[in-house]
């Protein structure tokens, strides 16, 4: 079992700056992806940005050029640098890895979530 614990969410304003953390433990040989998503109420759950083996990222349109992933193999640990906020940035920002297992298998795990809140 792996372990996502996500910190970092707060309520901010239009304009502000948020960095997001996501700390990984448990039963790992090595993580393949690791990447957030966002849900808004009433939304479907929307890719923000993806960083896997190697550094190559991928964000979603919407967040390009304001949101920065960066990830520490070292700690397990994925970050979400989030600048120039606004309304529509609100949601749950949840953490998801691909993870190979000790097993050599891979799995896929999700964090319990963080709430970012962006006030106008």
């Known amino acids: 079992q792996v372990q996502l614990v996500e910190s970092g969410g707060a309520l901010v304003q239009a304009g502000g700056s948020l960095r997001l953390s996501c700390a990984a433990s448990?039963?790992?040989?090595?993580?393949?992806?690791m990447d957030w998503y966002r849900q808004a109420p009433g939304k479907q759950r929307e890719l923000v940005a993806r960083?896997?083996?190697?550094?190559?990222?991928n964000y979603a349109d919407s967040v390009k050029g304001r949101f920065t992933i960066s990830r520490d193999n070292a700690k397990n640990t994925v970050y979400l640098q989030m600048n120039s906020l606004n309304v529509e940035d609100t949601a749950v920002y949840l953490c998801?890895?691909?993870?190979?297992?000790?097993?050599?298998?891979?799995?896929?795990?999700w964090g319990q979530g963080t709430q970012v809140t962006v006030s106008s």
């Open positions: 448990g039963n790992i040989f090595k993580i393949n992806v």
């Open positions: 960083i896997i083996t190697g550094g190559t990222t």
């Open positions: 998801h890895a691909e993870v190979m297992a000790l097993d050599r298998f891979t799995y896929s795990f």
